[in-house]
């Protein structure tokens, strides 16, 4: 009789063993000539050596398929150990537009033509910036598009990127230590990654720095190589910093900036380097320039409404204070 142990890596326990480890039986009962102990994160196996491999190639499966899709259904569970060839190497026309599986098998893809086409110029480009107002998903997109990439072995790490700046409220008033006050600063990034990747799992991830989410401060003096970065809220960050940023790039890395100018919270005696990037970089190979707009909005129905109520009044405020200066301007030269 032979033993052999079986670690079980970079997946959740709870959904390998289902809660009250409900799903053991399964395994156990496909291959009763075996003795099989579950203890934590191993799994300890003994009989033939036939039966050993057999088993070994079923649960490598299993694993993989959670892997993939986050979720782990008794359906599966009998598809895998009963057939030769496990449900994740079938992919369906709809798997192959589903741009990762979030918790619970939640299939996240691409919702509009503009989010499409952020996910077609991303595979042709290395630096993308996606421009666009609340709601547009570009965030959400450009996550999951890193976490593709993670998944599929392109990259080693994901770096995901803010500027630390007080939108309305002031930064030394929040309580806590540097890393408390700045957190709440990165929160819609870490929403993003808690969709896609089981909580303990992640948190594994940024413990070995495998994901990395930080201030756009703390990049200085960084190259940032085999990685997938993103910088967002671009639109807070100064020329200067921009430039910074998008010169950390290093070899095999991609890039997409998001940002939003209608959201600019910089001081009034500093401009955002956003517009004039989109400017200066437009045109160059291997940057590409999307700019989404109202009707990629995927939030609350009114969100869109509230935007264009808000784009129609600073249009009025833009045409009532041109016609003001031109007054000024006539009366002055008179």
Not at 27 to 53: H, M, Q, T, V, W
Not at 270 to 277: I, R, V, Y
Request: net charge neutral.
């Amino acid at each position: 009789m032979i033993e052999t142990t079986i670690l079980i890596q970079d997946i959740d326990p709870l959904v390998l063993y289902g809660v009250n480890n409900t799903k053991q039986v399964f395994y156990k009962n496909a291959f009763p000539l075996l003795k099989i102990a579950f203890r934590g994160d191993k799994i300890k196996a003994s009989g033939s050596e036939e039966d050993l491999k057999k088993f070994e190639e079923k649960m490598q499966k299993i694993f993989a398929h959670i892997e993939l899709y986050n979720d782990l259904q008794v359906s599966d569970i009998h598809t895998i150990l009963e057939k030769e060839e496990a449900p994740t190497n079938k992919l369906t026309k709809n798997d192959s537009e589903v741009l990762v599986y979030g918790n619970n098998g939640y299939q996240i893809r691409a919702r509009t033509q503009n989010q499409k086409l952020l996910v077609d110029m991303v595979a042709k480009n290395d630096v993308v910036f996606a421009v666009g107002p609340a709601g547009t998903g570009k965030t959400y997109t450009a996550v999951a598009l890193a976490v593709k990439a993670w998944k599929e072995k392109q990259i080693k790490r994901i770096i995901l990127t803010r500027p630390a700046v007080e939108a309305g409220e002031n930064l030394g008033f929040l309580p806590g230590d540097l890393k408390d006050k700045i957190d709440p600063y990165l929160r819609p990034l870490y929403d993003a990654l808690e969709d896609m990747i089981p909580m303990d799992k992640l948190a594994i991830l940024k413990d070995q720095r495998t994901i990395e989410v930080a201030p756009l401060a703390f990049m200085r003096g960084r190259t940032l190589d085999n990685a997938f970065i993103i910088l967002d809220e671009a639109q807070n960050a100064t020329s200067m910093q921009l430039k910074m940023f998008l010169t950390r790039i290093g070899p095999n890395a991609k890039c997409i900036v998001t940002g939003d100018m209608t959201q600019i919270d910089l001081p009034r005696t500093q401009q955002s380097g956003l517009p004039s990037a989109l400017d200066i970089l437009e045109g160059i190979p291997g940057i590409g320039i999307l700019r989404l707009n109202n009707s990629d909005v995927i939030r609350h129905k009114l969100v869109a409404k509230i935007i264009e109520a808000y784009d129609k009044k600073k249009e009025e405020d833009d045409k009532f204070y041109e016609a003001l200066r031109k007054k000024q301007k006539e009366e002055n030269m008179k």
